[in-house]
């Protein structure tokens, strides 16, 4: 289920492109990776094509790979900067899934993912916090403290925060694939229309 993403580390990452032509880095797992769908129906291009209609000349990275926890994700991050072969203007974090599916401590989530907006900050990048929600058979304190963790790291790092990546979809299954889990096309297009919003937002943060 693993999928790698080809990211050519470079000794250094270029300087920021202007903000005529910004680059966007989905970073995150199978969700912004575009998994089970055809490249071209994935988050990242059906974003790229959204914001392009809206006049914002955008290129938008996948640094989505399926399966990976916070953890996994964070060992990652610096070779995949580097690997882009410009500094992004805004990196969307969409992470965590994993980590609940699989009921791993959240502590260990929370750390991991404020370690990665902690080494985004120290870089000058702009971040867009894609939030996550627990499964409620989890039970409710595990509910409580994994859907409380990215508000709370949103307002300690001081970044804004899109509350449920897969809003209006998940539980959907017309716009699920049959995992019930990844949303298919038409969910992808719902989910980029709910984000584009914010997407722009922090652009021009």
């Given at each position: 289920?693993?999928?790698?993403v ?6 250094e ?21 575009g ?25 938008v ?8 926890t916070?953890?996994?994700a964070?060992?990652?991050?610096r070779?995949?900067?580097?690997g ?5 203007d ?9 980590d ?17 907006l ?7 990048i702009?971040?867009?916090?894609a ?10 304190d ?24 897969l809003d209006?979809?998940?539980g959907?299954?017309?716009l ?5 889990l ?7 297009e ?16």
């Amino acid at each position: 289920m693993l999928c790698a993403v080809g990211f050519v580390p470079n000794a250094e990452a270029a300087p920021r492109v202007s903000n005529h032509a910004p680059v966007i880095w989905a970073f995150g797992d199978s969700l912004s990776a575009g998994y089970g769908l055809p490249p071209a129906l994935g988050f990242t291009a059906r974003l790229q094509a959204a914001l392009r209609r809206a006049g914002v000349a955008a290129t938008v990275r996948n640094g989505g790979v399926a399966g990976d926890t916070v953890a996994q994700a964070r060992a990652r991050l610096r070779w995949g900067l580097r690997g882009l072969g410009a500094t992004p203007d805004l990196v969307i974090v969409e992470l965590g899934a994993n980590d609940m599916l699989r009921g791993l401590p959240v502590p260990q989530a929370s750390a991991n993912l404020d370690a990665i907006l902690t080494e985004l900050h120290n870089r000058g990048i702009p971040v867009l916090l894609a939030g996550m929600r627990a499964a409620p058979n989890l039970g409710p304190d595990y509910v409580a403290r994994f859907d409380g963790m990215y508000p709370a790291l949103a307002k300690a790092h001081g970044v804004p925060r899109y509350p449920f990546f897969l809003d209006g979809v998940a539980g959907d299954r017309a716009l699920l694939q049959g995992d019930g889990l990844h949303p298919n096309a038409r969910g992808v297009e719902i989910i980029v229309r709910r984000v584009l919003p914010s997407v722009r937002r922090a652009l021009r943060g």
